[in-house]
């Protein structure tokens, strides 16, 4: 269930039909002290080898992949992937979302992640057209509406991963069909160019130091191609690494240390990993 394909199994599972299913089960899970954690498109998680103790969840019904439209804005429901967002918003001519493009998540993910893309000195982040967000406050069970200004969105983080994010209104403008398609291509097509999907992954695995690149970082300290198990630092983007053979949690772990260590030796930075680890 994860892109890396690496971990072990979850003590308990659950894929909710619906808001009413998903709350009940949360005040079950409360009232019994498991703890509960979210499962989006698994793309930016690193999971132990081991019984993930407690509750997963993942919105993945037909329910939570819900989308609506209102004139400029989309209600995006948190199980929807991100490339599914990017053409409903091209099909109703709706511009602001085609950085989104060829990101392997879901809204939930997304936003929890505030995950975005670098586009020459711009970062682009979901933040950008994010307006509010509905979610459930795991201490009551309630659902909240918090507006993007108080879901503390910084680079690659939010304070939202303290409540199930359930959907988000995003604030989009009217385009051209053929501009907003175009974008698409060039989004996708420099993804193609510069990552590697070759082998499972999780993407990028540390975020950019300030006025750096964490690829170029470990790139250049001749980490590309270093293997640790079944895994290896990936020759096409230094700050991916594959999952080449049957790669244990452990392996990764090893060879993000190693880079974490050569970095901080050779420039003094420490990188920070952007994956969440599941332990
Ligand atoms: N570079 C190297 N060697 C490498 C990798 C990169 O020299 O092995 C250089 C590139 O040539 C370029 C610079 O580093 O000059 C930046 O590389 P790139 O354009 O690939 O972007 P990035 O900063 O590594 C960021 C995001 C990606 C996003 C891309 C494209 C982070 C941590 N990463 O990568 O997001 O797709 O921009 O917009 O912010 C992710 O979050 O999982 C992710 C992949």
């Known amino acids: 269930m994860t892109t890396f394909r690496i971990g072990g199994t979850a003590q308990f599972f659950a894929r909710p039909p619906d808001l009413e299913q998903l709350i009940k089960l949360v005040w079950v899970a409360q009232k019994k002290g498991i703890d509960v954690r979210i499962l989006g498109a698994g793309s930016n998680i690193l999971v132990e080898d081991k019984i993930i103790k407690g509750l997963v969840i993942q919105l993945s019904s037909p329910f939570f992949q819900t989308l609506q439209i209102s004139d400029d ?3 995006a429901y948190a199980g929807v992937y991100l490339n599914k967002l990017v053409h409903f918003c091209l ?3 709706l511009t602001g979302a085609e950085f989104l493009s060829g990101i392997p998540g879901t809204i939930g993910g997304a936003l929890v992640m505030n995950a975005g893309i670098r586009d020459g000195n711009i970062t682009r982040q979901i933040s950008d057209i994010v307006e509010c967000i509905w979610v459930i406050d795991y201490n009551n069970g309630r659902i909240k509406l ?6 503390g969105f910084a680079y690659r983080n939010s304070t939202l ?4 994010v359930i959907a988000a209104q995003l604030g989009l403008s009217k385009g051209r ?19 590697d999907w070759s082998y499972p992954n999780a993407g990028c695995i540390f975020k950019n130091p300030p006025d750096a690149s964490a690829g170029q970082l470990i790139d250049s300290c001749g980490l590309k191609g270093a293997i640790y198990g079944g895994a290896q630092i990936s020759f096409r983007h230094a700050n991916f690494i594959l999952n080449k053979e049957k790669a244990k949690c452990s392996d990764v772990l090893n060879l993000m240390r190693l880079a974490q260590r050569c970095v901080m030796k050779k420039y003094g930075i420490s990188l920070e990993p952007e994956i969440k680890i599941w332990k």
């Open 73 to 75: 804005k989309v209600i």
């Open 91 to 93: 099909r109703h001519s």
């Open 146 to 151: 918090i507006l993007a200004q108080e879901a």
């Open 161 to 164: 991963d303290k409540f199930i």
């Open 177 to 195: 069909k053929q501009q907003i398609r175009n974008k698409i291509k060039k989004y996708i097509l420099r993804r193609r160019d510069t990552q």
